[in-house]
């Protein structure tokens, strides 16, 4: 899925994805490929967001990036995670 992680005065990542894990106010929220369309909304805490390396490159293994944040809001699409940050 194409993850995009926006402030309100730049884009921090836009980026491929097999899983993002979202700090969420009523809890983790682990997203994947195709999930159901909603909104989230995020609280203080690290966005997580892991893709599986490619073949001949250590195969098998998840490479992993984080975002610390201090709020936000997650718009979760088909195939598409974008979201609007506070840092």
Not at 20 to 44: F, N
């Amino acid at each position: 899925m194409k993850v995009e992680i926006l402030t309100l005065f730049k884009n921090l990542l836009s980026v491929q994805a097999t899983e993002v894990i979202l700090p969420g106010e009523d809890g983790e929220l682990s997203v994947w490929d195709l999930h159901q369309p909603c909104l989230y909304s995020l609280r203080a805490g690290r966005i997580i967001i892991r893709d599986r390396v490619k073949l001949g490159q250590a195969q098998g293994q998840n490479k992993s990036n984080s975002v610390p944040i201090k709020r936000g809001l997650a718009i979760i699409g088909e195939n598409k995670l974008t979201a609007m940050v506070e840092i």
